[in-house]
């Protein structure tokens, strides 16, 4: 059965960093492309980033791009975001998710980031 | 990137079929076959509901079906029944190698 649990949600200051943790079991996770997608309270699905199975490729949003960064340990079997420069919109859930073509097949049950206004 | 356009809200009775629209441009949904669409009841995480446009996953019930028009998407469901009562996503890849999701839809059933 595949499993994804992320974790490291806290309450950051605006400008502060958070290091998000996901990981991964009951699947190959070095064949796996992964992805990171965040929900503000109340609000809808956003896709924030994707890497590739070997870590060798990156992409992300435009609101991220700069701020964020998409990493992976293949042998710890864990996907990373590392989160800098944090804003308010930055709060939301934040979930992990494989990567099938064109779409987002498992997904973890997310972690919370809360940075206050 | 803006949000692919989906309805607000859509309803209807138990055993009735509803459609739900998918609004986009010839950059995603009309560029590409990576369509999909996820199911997400409250507080739970999102669940993979149709791929492909029109592929279901293992283990989702044949009463999910999507489609593809032109720059619009569409999920039918058929024999509402009371657990489709969910919020729905759309999603598409990019010509920019991203990912949009859309604004989501609100199904209830009566």
């Known amino acids: 059965e595949v499993q994804l649990v992320e974790s490291g949600g806290d309450l950051v200051q605006a400008g502060g960093s958070l290091r998000l943790s996901c990981a991964a079991s009951g699947f190959t996770f070095s064949r796996s492309w992964m992805h990171w997608v965040r929900q503000a309270p109340g609000k809808g699905l956003v896709w924030v980033s994707r890497?590739?199975?070997?870590?060798?490729?990156?992409i992300y949003a435009d609101s991220v791009k700069g701020r964020f960064t998409i990493s992976r340990d293949n042998a710890k079997n864990t996907l990373y975001l590392q989160m800098n420069s944090l804003r308010a919109e930055d709060t939301a859930v934040y979930y992990c998710?494989?990567?099938?073509?064109?779409?987002?097949?498992?997904w973890g049950q997310g972690t919370l980031v809360t940075v206050p206004s | 990137q803006s949000a692919l356009t989906q309805p607000a809200s859509v309803s209807g009775s138990p055993g009735q079929s509803i459609n739900i629209s998918c609004t986009g441009t010839?950059?995603?949904?009309?560029?590409?076959?990576?369509v999909a669409w996820y199911q997400q009841h409250p507080d739970k995480a999102p669940k993979l509901t149709v791929y492909?446009?029109?592929n279901r996953p293992s283990g989702v019930s044949n009463r999910f079906s999507g489609s593809k028009s032109g720059n619009t998407a569409s999920l039918t469901i058929s024999g509402l029944q009371a657990e489709d009562e969910a919020d729905y996503y759309c999603s598409s890849y990019t010509s920019t190698s991203q990912y949009v999701f859309g604004t989501g839809t609100k199904v209830t059933v009566l």
């Open positions: 890497i590739t199975d070997d870590g060798s490729s990156t």
């Open positions: 998710a494989t990567g099938g073509q064109g779409y987002l097949h498992h």
């Open positions: 492909g446009v029109s």
């Open positions: 010839s950059s995603d949904v009309g560029g590409y076959n990576y």
